[in-house]
């Protein structure tokens, strides 16, 4: 049955309805995560959270409470579905991508269960438009077992420094290498690249680290290709905690705070690269 | 054939050339025709440029301070000339500070249309630049190709929302469609729809107004016309997307008519430029 005659009285068959004054709350931390077209979508009375994976190795998070949103109404514990990120993206920047001051994009996302499209209501300035967008059944997401009782290293650092070493990674380095410890030099970036190694510290009583629990001293390296994504949640969030545990699994949580100050999370788990170097 | 003209206002010149940055991205080459009272810019909807068609006609004598004009002959006092706008934008940007800017038709290696701007410098001493655009000489046995497009016989004609939010839309339609519906009826409401495998988007604008055109075939057709009814054409979505990137001023009239699955006509106007657009819908 094409999309566009479906009947109206569907609105009375939702399982999940979610409802925002500015659409941008949603659409700039789903921005932070979209490097792959699919994302698996899941919904509880907590809120919202979409999940997005490269082969096997990275899984990137993002969370937006129900708080965040102006209805949230879910008639299931869990309500789960798969659409394509960067359709769903283009649907809710369908007016612009940027901002206009005292214009903002409603949005009212609705989902009827599986087997239905996921529809948006998006309104500006008394125009709407109306997107349906299909699903698919979810995958499950991989669960890397990364748990707190078993993280080695960790810090929060202000991301503002970091977004500058970031921004200045050597890209012809295959791998980024993450040095944690309880000594010097307590936290490093390190890459391997054309024009040689480069090293960014941190060290331990710096200003921008407002967290330092190393209890041993930790070198992994992770595929930057991998992790290049990570930059644009870093680029939004103020804050960062990057954690590893004991087989080198990398756990980096952004602090983000959107465009009304409200606070959401988005993490990034990594598996460490498996070819390590001889020396 | 002769022709020159001059430009002294400061106004005029930069409004002059901002038509001309239009033009050149909505077309990569057109036919100028001269003519004593209006210059225009024209594409005949052939299937070199997709089938698009595009008339627009400026007063000469709201921009040229003088204009003399000889044709190819005293019964067709007219010439015809294949430009690249590009190039004329390009020689018109240089010039936006001119004194006084020149445009006369002249013979170098092949025919070129010659821009002299005398610019201002801080000594008395003007400094000059020229510009040489090459262009082609239509001859007159293929000038019927390049006449004034009729008014289709259309099925709704309704004024446009504002172009900003269409051409904001329409970006992000073209990510997820090459095609697009574009639907109207007399009640003011305009529609814009894409629709593939993965998704379906439809824009409804509203209150938008109808033109009250005057009391000819077109509307006779229309006044019978239930007012709910959309008359819609689906066109191919990139040629709706360079109309839209091409408009750099709002123009004080901007409205569609839809000919039901033929063609969509555009017009806009100015005070002293009129630009029409016209694109052919696709199966």
């Not at chain 1, 698919?136 to 991301?159: A, G, H, R, W």
């Not at chain 2, 100028?32 to 440029?49: D, E, H, I, M």
Request: one cysteine or more; a negative charge; glycine letters at 4%.
């Amino acid at each position: 049955m094409p999309l566009s005659t479906q009947s109206q009285t569907e609105g009375d068959n939702y399982v999940l309805v979610a409802s925002l004054d500015n659409v941008r709350n949603l659409s700039n931390i789903l921005k932070a995560i979209t490097f792959k077209d699919h994302a698996i979508f899941n919904a509880t009375p907590n809120g919202l959270k979409v999940t997005v994976e490269d082969s096997k190795c990275l899984q990137a998070n993002a969370f937006i409470q129900a708080e965040i949103f102006q209805e949230f109404t879910i008639k299931e514990d869990s309500v789960g579905f798969q659409v394509n990120l960067t359709v769903l993206l283009d649907c809710l920047t369908i007016f612009g991508g940027s901002t206009v001051p005292g214009v903002a994009t409603a949005l009212r996302m609705c989902y009827n269960g599986y087997g239905y499209p996921l529809t948006l209501f998006l309104e500006e300035g008394g125009v709407v438009t109306v997107c349906k967008i299909n699903t698919q059944e979810p995958e499950e997401p991989i669960d890397f077992e990364f748990c707190s009782t078993d993280v080695t290293n960790k810090v929060i650092l202000q991301s503002e420094s970091l977004k500058e070493a970031f921004s200045e990674l050597d890209m012809t380095s295959e791998v980024l290498q993450i040095t944690m410890s309880p000594s010097q030099p307590y936290f490093r970036l390190s890459t391997f690249g054309n024009s040689g190694n480069a090293h960014y510290d941190y060290p331990k009583d710096s200003d921008i680290m407002e967290l330092f629990q190393c209890t041993k001293t930790q070198t992994n390296r992770y595929k930057m290709s991998l992790l290049k994504p990570s930059t644009k949640a870093l680029a939004l969030s103020c804050k960062v905690s990057v954690r590893t545990d004991s087989r080198g699994f990398l756990s980096l949580q952004y602090l983000v705070r959107n465009d009304d100050g409200q606070i959401c999370f988005v993490e990034y788990y990594c598996c460490p690269d498996e070819e390590v170097e001889e020396e | 054939m002769k022709f020159r003209a001059k430009i002294i206002d400061v106004g005029c010149l930069n409004h002059f050339t901002r038509v001309v940055n239009t033009i050149s991205k909505l077309t990569k080459t057109c036919i100028l025709r001269l003519t004593p009272n209006n210059l225009y810019f024209v594409l005949s909807g052939k299937v070199a440029s997709g089938g698009v068609g595009m008339w627009c006609e400026l007063s000469q004598a709201n921009f040229f301070d003088e204009y003399q004009l000889e044709g190819v002959a005293p019964d067709a006092n007219e010439i015809c000339l294949e430009v690249t706008p590009e190039n004329l934008s390009r020689a018109l940007r240089t010039s936006q500070n001119a004194k006084c800017v020149k445009i006369k038709l002249t013979k170098k290696h092949c025919p070129c249309l010659t821009l002299v701007a005398e610019l201002p410098t801080l000594s008395s001493v003007s400094r000059v630049v020229t510009h040489d655009i090459p262009v082609d000489v239509i001859p007159r046995r293929l000038w019927h190709d390049f006449k004034e497009p009729r008014m289709p016989d259309f099925d709704v004609s309704i004024y446009l929302p504002p172009l900003k939010t269409m051409k904001n839309v329409v970006d992000r339609m073209k990510n997820l469609s090459n095609f697009l519906v574009m639907e109207a009826n007399l009640n003011g409401e305009m529609n814009l729809k894409i629709e593939t495998d993965l998704v379906s988007v439809t824009t409804h604008f509203k209150d938008l107004g109808n033109p009250p055109w005057g009391d000819d075939g077109s509307q006779g057709r229309s006044r019978s016309r239930d007012p709910e009814v959309m008359a819609h054409t689906r066109v191919d979505i990139r040629k709706l997307q360079q109309f839209l990137m091409g408009q750099q001023v709002n123009p004080s009239k901007a409205m569609c008519n839809i000919v039901h699955k033929r063609i969509i006509h555009l017009i806009l106007l100015h005070e002293d430029v009129s630009l029409q657009y016209f694109i052919p819908a696709v199966a």
